[in-house]
Nanobody, 121 residues
């Protein structure tokens, strides 16, 4: 099974930027979609952004206009450029491959360790 490793997190002041990377151990070219998720303390893991195989993107309303998802199939890597960060963006960020089944997108690979993003006010 493809393994995923997230990196690029850190501590940043509000208004700052970070770029997260998601490196896959195998090809992501055949994946229906790749997604970034985040989980804040005491909250459920939610999708932040998703990019499909044809390059279509969608974002959670809370990050639209501030975050940009992209993928480099040749490098088997996905990115999340995060600008204008807010304290409420603080969370552990994860990536996964998504499968469209039963009318919804479902992450289907084992979760990695994630990368911590902390935004100070």
């Amino acid at each position: 099974q493809v393994q995923l490793v997230e990196s690029g997190g850190g501590l940043v002041q509000a208004g700052g930027s970070l770029r997260l990377s998601c490196a896959a151990s195998g090809s992501i070219l055949r994946m229906d979609a790749m997604g970034w998720y985040r989980q804040a303390p005491g909250k459920q893991r939610d999708v932040v952004a998703r990019i499909t195989r044809d390059g279509s993107t969608n974002y959670a309303s809370s990050v639209k206009g501030r975050f940009t998802i992209s993928r480099d199939n040749a490098k088997n890597t996905m990115y999340l450029q995060m600008n204008s960060l807010k304290p409420e963006d603080t969370a552990v960020y994860y990536c996964n491959a998504d499968l469209f089944t039963g009318g919804i997108w479902v992450p289907f690979l084992n979760w990695g360790q994630g990368t911590q993003v902390t935004v100070s006010s």
